[in-house]
């Protein structure tokens, strides 16, 4: 059933908490965030319908999708998204912003599936900065900013913020001062993990080991710490993240799991 979201309040679900090679329980990354003004999907797996679907979100109350970048695991459902789309017969253009290389990627993926003509909903692709910070929204009841960061290719974070929270999104990042600036104060920082810090030469220079997280989240003064992007299947390997990132944050630190769910009323928060 579809959460009620009134003005002022902040929703806020893991849709995928895991990495490119999605487990039983944590699909690739991917969010979606509730506000007055409607909803807003962050990446877009494979199952996004579906996905939505499942929360009684019909595709006519998604107000955006946005694409933190172009890789596979963050990217790979917008065709079938648009398909879905057409086939609900939705007449309204899909809003999509990304990083002009994701919006490059989108394109070609429209073009090779032949989703073009008119049977299908036009998609109004808005540029996102990957060079700095950006307000890509700010109206009574919802705020999203975005900077760029440090991946292997163009790439986004992202903050939402109501009256009731704030929550930033570092999508797949090594650490670095723009996420830090970005979550300042938020409630929760979703952060990426690639693993333990041990292993750090396993996981590409694009990720940020659990220790590194931490201390994002510690600089950044949040009120809570949650580690995204997991591609560890071994539990140990995950506890060890977790306590890993509880030492240098100083407090306690959350796993991401598929269905996490936060509601922040714009009359108190009514859920962490
Ligand atoms: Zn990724
Ligand atoms: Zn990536």
Redesign the pocket.
């Known amino acids: 059933m579809l959460v009620s979201v009134t003005p002022g309040d902040l929703v806020v679900e893991i849709l995928g908490a895991g990495s490119g090679y999605p487990t039983s329980s944590r699909d690739t990354s991917s969010l979606l965030v509730g506000a007055a003004e409607g909803w807003t999907a962050i990446e877009c797996p494979g199952s996004i319908v579906h996905k939505l679907e499942a929360r009684g979100l019909s595709m006519d109350l998604l107000r955006r999708l946005i694409l933190t970048?172009k890789?596979i695991d963050?990217v790979y459902g917008v065709p079938h998204l648009v398909h879905a789309m057409g086939i609900e017969g939705r007449v309204e253009e899909i809003n999509l912003l990304a990083p002009a290389q994701t919006l490059a990627t989108v394109a070609e993926m429209v073009a090779v599936h032949e989703l073009t003509d008119d049977w299908y909903p036009a998609i109004r692709l808005t540029e996102i900065s990957a060079a700095g910070q950006s307000e890509l929204l700010r109206v009574p009841s919802l705020r999203i900013t975005a900077t760029g960061v440090a991946?292997t290719c163009d790439t986004i974070a992202l903050r939402f913020e109501t009256e009731a929270a704030a929550v930033c999104y570092s999508s797949?990042t090594r650490p670095c001062a723009s996420v830090t600036r970005l979550a300042t104060g938020a409630d929760i920082l979703l952060h990426d993990c690639g693993g333990p810090h041990r292993l750090r030469e396993a996981f590409s220079g694009?990720h940020s080991s659990a220790r590194e997280a931490g201390i994002v989240a510690a600089e950044a003064g949040v009120r809570k710490l949650v580690l995204m992007h997991l591609g560890a299947r071994d539990e140990n390997i995950l506890k060890e993240c977790q306590l890993e990132a509880q030492a240098t944050f100083g407090r306690p630190v959350d796993l991401a799991m598929d269905g996490m769910r936060w509601i922040f009323s714009g009359g108190g928060k009514r859920g962490a």
């Open positions: 970048h890789h963050h991946h797949d694009g």
